[in-house]
C-alpha cells in the first residue's frame, strides 16, 4: 500500500471515530483542521517515510482511543504541527482561526526555533510549554499524546538519539500518572524503556514472560473454581465481565526524587478484572472469593469508602489458590472488583472528563508554573523528573511568580495551597533546613521544599 493510500485509510478511520462522539457541527471543524493541516504539511515525510500528515492524524486518533474525548484538544491536536514545520506565511492565522483555545494550545506544543548563533532552545521550549499548560493543562495533555505517537516510532533514529527522545518522554509518564490514565502512562513507558535500559529490559522481559507463562495452568484452576460460586450470574454485569490483564514491565518502574529505575519482576503478574453491578455485589463477591480462595494478608483495598484521585471506586485484593500455595511456592493473583465505569475510571482517570481537568488540578498546574520562573530555570537533567515530582520545589515569592501568599504566612498555609485536602503533614525544607512545625514563618524568598504528604506523617487540625 502506497503512503497515500495508507493516509487515506487512516484519515478515513478517524472521521468515523470522531463522528460517534462529536455533533455534525463540530465533525465539520474537524475536516476543516484536517485541510489546513495537509495544506501546511504538503509534500512532508516522517523519517519512516510515510507521509507528514499520519502523525497528526495518529495523535488525535491516540486521544479517542484512549477515551479522551475533548474538542479543543482533537483539533489542536490535527493542528498542532502546523506552526513549527509549517512554511506559509499564513499559518499563524490559519491555526488563529480555529479559536483562542485551539491556537494557545498549539502554540504551547511547538518548538522555539533554533537562534542564528545555534544555541540550544530546549529550555526555553520547555519552559513556554510548562508556562502554557500552567494555565491549561490540556496543552501537556495534547503534548503527551503526540509523544505517546512518537515513541512508537522511535527505531527509526539511532541508539544515542533514542535514548535521548525516550528519557524526556518521562515527563509524560508522570503528567499522565497524576492524571490517572494509567493505561496510556503504562503504553508509553512501555514504549521507551527497551531504549533507556535496553540489557536490563530485554532481560526483565523475558523474566517477566516466562513467569506469566508458568502460572497458566494455576489461573485455568482459579477460573473454573470462580464460577462454581452460586448467584455469581446475577452480580456479574456485561458479556465480558471476568479479563485478565497481563502486567508489563511499566508496574514495575519506579521514580525517586534524583533517579528512575526498573525493579526486579516479582508476582502478581495478572490482574483478575471482575465487572458486578453495583458496590453492594462488589463486597458480596469479595467474601465470597475469600471464602474460595486464600486472601494474601495486608493487599485488600477499599476504594469505595477511599476512591482514587481518578474517581475510580472499588475494591482490590490478591488471592492463592488455597493455603498450599500461599505457603509454598505460589503466586499471588490481583484481584479488582469494581462496576464498569469504574474500571474506566481505573484506566483512563481524568480523561473521561476534559471539563474539570483544568479545575481538578489547579494545584498541580501552579506547580507546573513555579518550575518556570525564568528560562534559566529549568535544569534538562530535572526535566524527566517534572511529571513524578515526589519532591515538589517552588520559590516562595511576593510578586506571584511563583505560588503566592500573604508576607508572614507560615509553612501551613503554604502546605494547604499546595495540598488543600491533605490531612497530614510530613515536613518541609525551608532554605536547605529540614523543618518540622508547621507554625514556622516564611519570608519573601524563602526557598521552601515541600515533603508529600503521607499517612505516617503529623496529623493536621482541620480548617
Not at 519532591?391 to 509553612?411: K, P
Request: contains cysteine.
Amino acid at each position: 500500500m502506497t503512503p497515500y493510500a495508507t493516509m487515506r485509510t487512516q484519515r478515513k478511520r478517524m472521521i468515523v471515530a470522531a463522528k460517534r462522539v462529536f455533533t455534525k457541527d463540530e465533525i465539520t471543524t474537524i475536516k476543516k483542521a484536517l485541510f489546513v493541516a495537509e495544506k501546511h504539511h504538503i509534500g512532508q515525510y516522517r523519517h519512516d517515510g510515510s507521509l507528514f500528515m499520519s502523525h497528526p492524524v495518529g495523535v488525535a486518533q491516540s486521544m479517542l482511543d484512549y477515551e479522551y474525548v475533548c474538542f479543543s484538544s482533537f483539533v489542536a491536536a490535527i493542528l498542532h504541527d502546523v506552526l513549527e514545520d509549517g512554511q506559509a506565511a499564513d499559518r499563524h492565522s490559519d491555526v488563529a482561526s480555529f479559536g483562542p483555545e485551539v491556537y494557545d494550545i498549539v502554540n504551547g506544543c511547538t518548538k522555539i526555533p533554533t537562534d542564528s548563533h545555534g544555541s540550544s532552545t530546549l529550555q526555553k521550549t520547555y519552559g513556554k510549554l510548562l508556562r502554557a499548560s500552567a494555565i491549561n493543562i490540556k496543552t501537556m495533555v495534547v503534548k503527551g499524546f503526540d509523544v505517546l505517537h512518537n515513541s512508537q516510532s522511535f527505531d527509526v533514529h539511532s541508539e544515542e538519539k533514542a535514548r535521548y527522545k525516550s528519557n524526556l518522554a518521562l515527563i509524560y509518564v508522570g503528567i499522565f500518572r497524576r492524571l490517572g490514565a494509567r493505561k496510556l502512562a503504562a503504553d508509553l513507558l512501555n514504549n521507551v524503556l527497551p531504549y533507556l535500559e535496553p540489557i536490563q529490559y530485554q532481560h526483565l522481559y523475558k523474566t517477566l514472560v516466562k513467569a506469566q507463562n508458568a502460572g497458566q495452568k494455576r489461573r485455568k484452576k482459579i477460573i473454573r473454581q470462580f464460577w462454581k460460586i452460586k448467584g455469581l450470574n446475577s452480580v456479574l454485569h456485561g458479556q465480558n465481565a471476568v479479563r485478565f490483564q497481563a502486567h508489563t514491565l511499566a508496574e514495575y518502574f519506579h521514580v525517586t526524587p534524583s533517579k528512575w529505575f526498573i525493579s526486579n519482576v516479582r508476582p502478581p503478574f495478572y490482574t483478575m478484572e471482575i465487572s458486578v453491578r453495583n458496590n453492594a455485589a462488589a463486597w458480596w463477591l469479595l467474601g465470597n472469593i475469600h471464602k474460595l480462595f486464600q486472601p494474601y494478608a495486608r493487599t485488600i483495598r477499599d476504594y469505595l469508602n477511599s476512591p482514587k484521585l481518578s474517581g475510580f471506586q472499588g475494591l482490590a485484593s490478591q488471592i492463592f489458590l488455597d493455603k498450599a500455595q500461599m505457603y509454598g511456592d505460589g503466586v499471588p493473583l490481583a484481584v479488582t472488583i469494581a462496576k464498569p465505569s469504574d474500571h474506566k475510571k481505573n484506566q483512563f482517570g481524568s480523561l473521561l472528563d476534559p471539563s474539570t481537568l483544568n479545575n481538578k488540578f489547579k494545584t498541580f498546574r501552579e506547580v507546573l508554573q513555579s518550575f518556570t520562573l525564568s528560562e534559566t530555570d529549568i535544569r534538562i537533567d530535572e526535566l524527566p523528573y517534572i511529571g513524578f515530582q515526589d519532591r515538589i520545589s517552588v520559590i516562595f515569592a511576593q510578586d506571584r511568580r511563583a505560588l503566592a501568599i500573604g508576607q508572614g504566612d507560615n509553612i501551613l498555609s503554604f502546605y494547604r495551597m499546595l495540598f488543600p485536602r491533605a490531612k497530614f503533614f510530613n515536613g518541609a525544607v525551608v532554605n536547605g533546613i529540614k523543618q518540622f512545625d508547621p507554625e514556622l514563618q516564611l519570608h519573601d524568598g524563602d526557598v521552601v521544599d515541600l515533603l508529600r504528604p503521607s499517612s505516617r506523617s503529623i496529623r493536621l487540625p482541620k480548617g
